[in-house]
């Protein structure tokens, strides 16, 4: 029995890929996200053949997709007044980062501790960027990166 070759990956820009390779990976989503429940409805939608489909799906992705993902909990002490919380929820959103968890204290003594988990794989700036421009922020008194 011969013995399989170990795979070799390439990191490749998208423009110089064959289409079809990218509408795989937009039919792979499709069926990842819901928004369709059969292979025939997302290859019918993306334009691309069943056959298609089958022969590349596992072994075309996007470059987020062969990371773990980026989960970053950041850490944030802030003042118990208006709009604080929602300016940096601001900042978050605007930079393309996915909010997925918060968790506030009840503040106490002017002040709340805040937790906030995000997916930071689409981010336009760094996290040591995002450190820095919420810090910045009134309002905010500390402001670190936990895990991630």
Same mark, same amino acid.
């Given at each position: 029995?011969?013995?399989?070759?170990?795979?070799?990956?390439y990191? =490749?820009?998208?423009?110089v890929?064959?289409? @079809?390779?990218?509408? +795989? &990976?937009?039919?792979? $989503?499709?069926? $990842?996200?819901? $928004? *369709?429940?059969?292979v025939?409805?997302a +290859? $019918?939608? =993306?334009g691309?053949?069943?056959s298609?489909? /089958?022969k /590349?799906?596992?072994? +075309? #992705?996007?470059? !987020?997709? #062969?990371?773990?993902?980026?989960? =970053?909990?950041?850490? %944030?002490?802030?003042?118990? !007044?208006?709009? *604080?919380?929602?300016?940096?929820?601001?900042?978050?959103?605007?930079?393309g %980062?996915?909010?997925?968890?918060i968790?506030?204290?009840?503040?106490?003594?002017? &002040?709340?501790?805040v937790?906030v988990?995000a997916?930071?794989?689409? #981010?336009?700036i760094?996290?040591?960027?995002?450190?820095?421009?919420v !810090?910045?922020?009134?309002? @905010?008194?500390?402001?670190?990166a936990?895990?991630?």
């Amino acid at each position: 029995m011969a013995l399989r070759a170990k795979p070799k990956y390439y990191l =490749v820009e998208a423009g110089v890929l064959p289409e @079809v390779f990218i509408k +795989v &990976t937009e039919a792979r $989503e499709l069926l $990842e996200t819901g $928004e *369709v429940r059969t292979v025939a409805e997302a +290859v $019918e939608r =993306v334009g691309i053949s069943r056959s298609a489909f /089958y022969k /590349y799906k596992d072994s +075309v #992705m996007p470059f !987020r997709d #062969m990371r773990q993902g980026s989960i =970053v909990t950041f850490n %944030a002490l802030l003042r118990d !007044r208006k709009g *604080v919380l929602s300016a940096l929820l601001a900042i978050f959103a605007d930079t393309g %980062a996915n909010i997925l968890t918060i968790n506030q204290s009840i503040p106490t003594n002017g &002040t709340a501790l805040v937790t906030v988990s995000a997916l930071t794989d689409n #981010m336009s700036i760094g996290t040591d960027e995002l450190l820095t421009t919420v !810090r910045g922020l009134d309002g @905010v008194i500390r402001f670190d990166a936990l895990a991630g």
